[in-house]
C-alpha cells in the first residue's frame, strides 16, 4: 500500500536523525501514538455503526439490519486494509512529532520572521491589530475555542474518510494528503525553526485573558528548557514549532478534501472555521501571519501529493468518479470494496 511508502520513508529518516541527536524515538505518556490508536478505534466503530444505521433503509432500522449491513460494509480484507491505512497515518504522525521535538535543538529565527510580518503590515504587528478590532476579551475566548477544536476535527474527519467513502482507495486520498501534510510541516519545521510570537513578543499579547491557551505556550516552552537541559531523560519531549502552522495546513486538507469528495455544504462551512483558524493563530500567539501563509501553501502541496500517491497515473486518476457518494447505498460486496 502506498500509504506504507511514506510511513517507512519518514520512519527511516525518523531514525537516522534520531542517531545524529543521540535522542530516541519517544511516545510519552503513550499519547502519540498508543493512545491515539486506542482512540481511532472507537471513532472508527462509533462512524461505522452511524454509517451502517444511515445505509439500511428507514423503516428497518432494527439491530438486526444495522447488523447484517456492517458485515457487508466491512468484510475481513477490507476490515484488515482500512485497519492497515490507520495504522501508517499513525506511523507518520509518531515521526512527525518526535522530529518536531528535536527540532528544539535547533537555534529558533523568531526575528526574521517578526521582522517579515511587520513588513507585510506595514510596520505593525498583525496579532496587535487585531487585537485593537476584535477586542482583548470575548473574542480571545471565542478564539480559544475555535483553537482548542483543533484536535477533536482531526481525530473525526481522518476516520471519517474510511468509513463513509464507498471505495475504499478514494478513503485512502484523505490519509495520504494528511501524512504528506505532517512530512511537509516538519520539514518546514528544520528549514525555518521558530517559537512563535508568544515568545519573541509576549508584550504583545499582556492584554489577554489567562486561557488554556496560555497554559499550553507556558508548558511548551517548559518542556523545551527540559530537553535543551537534559536530552537524555526519559520524559524530555519538546512539542513547539511555528513556521508553518500545521493548524491551517491540516485544516486546508480537511477543506480541500471536503471539495474533492463533493461536499459542497461541508466544504463551505469548514473554509470558514479555517478563516477563522488563521485568526486564532495570529490572536492568541501561536503563529507569525506568514506561518499561516506557508501553512495554506503546504496543506494545498499536501492534497496533490496525496491524490497523486493514490492514483499515480493520468488514466487513473481520469477514471476517479463519483468519489463524493459518501451517502446511505448498500455495499456492493465486490473487488471494487478496497
Same mark, same amino acid.
Given at each position: ?17 534520531s542517531s545524529v541527536v543521540d535522542i530516541p524515538v519517544r511516545d ?50 477490507? #476490515? @484488515?486494509?482500512?485497519? *492497515? &491505512?490507520?495504522? $501508517?497515518?499513525?506511523? +507518520?504522525? !509518531?515521526?512527525y512529532h518526535n522530529l518536531k521535538s528535536w527540532d528544539a535543538l ?120 527540559? #530537553? @535543551?537541559?537534559?536530552? *537524555? &531523560?526519559?520524559? $524530555?519531549?519538546?512539542? +513547539?514549532? !511555528? ?96
Amino acid at each position: 500500500m502506498r500509504l506504507w511508502v511514506i510511513a517507512l520513508g519518514l520512519a527511516v529518516v525518523t531514525l537516522w536523525r534520531s542517531s545524529v541527536v543521540d535522542i530516541p524515538v519517544r511516545d510519552p505518556g503513550g499519547e502519540i501514538l498508543r493512545a491515539r490508536i486506542a482512540i481511532t478505534a472507537g471513532t472508527f466503530v462509533a462512524l461505522a455503526l452511524l454509517d451502517a444505521v444511515r445505509r439500511v433503509p428507514r423503516g428497518r432500522r432494527a439491530p438486526r439490519p444495522v447488523a447484517e449491513m456492517l458485515r457487508r460494509r466491512w468484510p475481513t480484507r477490507r #476490515l @484488515l486494509v482500512a485497519a *492497515s &491505512a490507520l495504522l $501508517a497515518y499513525h506511523l +507518520v504522525y !509518531a515521526g512527525y512529532h518526535n522530529l518536531k521535538s528535536w527540532d528544539a535543538l535547533n537555534p529558533p529565527r523568531d526575528q526574521a520572521l517578526t521582522w517579515i510580518d511587520q513588513a507585510l503590515f506595514l510596520g505593525h504587528s498583525p496579532a496587535v491589530l487585531l487585537h485593537s478590532v476584535l477586542g482583548e476579551r470575548w473574542a480571545a475566548y471565542a478564539l480559544v475555542i475555535v483553537y482548542e477544536s483543533f484536535p477533536t476535527l482531526v481525530s473525526i474527519a481522518f476516520v471519517a474518510c474510511v468509513v463513509f467513502a464507498d471505495r475504499l482507495r478514494d478513503g485512502t486520498v484523505f490519509l495520504a494528503s494528511a501524512s504528506w501534510v505532517w512530512v511537509l510541516g516538519v520539514a518546514c519545521y528544520y528549514a525555518v525553526p521558530s517559537l512563535g510570537p508568544f515568545n519573541d513578543r509576549p508584550q504583545d499579547f499582556a492584554g489577554l485573558p489567562h486561557t488554556i491557551v496560555t497554559t499550553t505556550q507556558t508548558t511548551y516552552m517548559a518542556q523545551r528548557a527540559h #530537553l @535543551l537541559a537534559d536530552p *537524555s &531523560a526519559h520524559d $524530555a519531549f519538546a512539542q +513547539v514549532s !511555528a513556521f508553518a502552522s500545521l493548524h491551517v495546513g491540516v485544516t486546508t486538507v480537511i477543506v480541500l478534501m471536503a471539495a474533492y469528495y463533493r461536499l459542497r455544504r461541508i466544504a463551505v462551512v469548514l473554509s470558514v472555521y479555517l478563516a477563522l483558524t488563521v485568526v486564532a493563530t495570529v490572536y492568541l500567539g501561536w503563529h507569525f501571519a506568514v506561518d499561516d501563509i506557508a501553512g495554506l501553501a503546504i496543506g494545498a502541496a499536501a492534497v496533490g501529493l496525496g491524490i497523486v500517491t493514490i492514483y499515480p497515473t493520468r488514466r487513473s486518476r481520469r477514471r476517479v468518479q463519483a468519489v463524493g457518494r459518501f451517502a446511505g447505498r448498500e455495499w456492493a460486496h465486490d473487488h471494487r470494496s478496497v
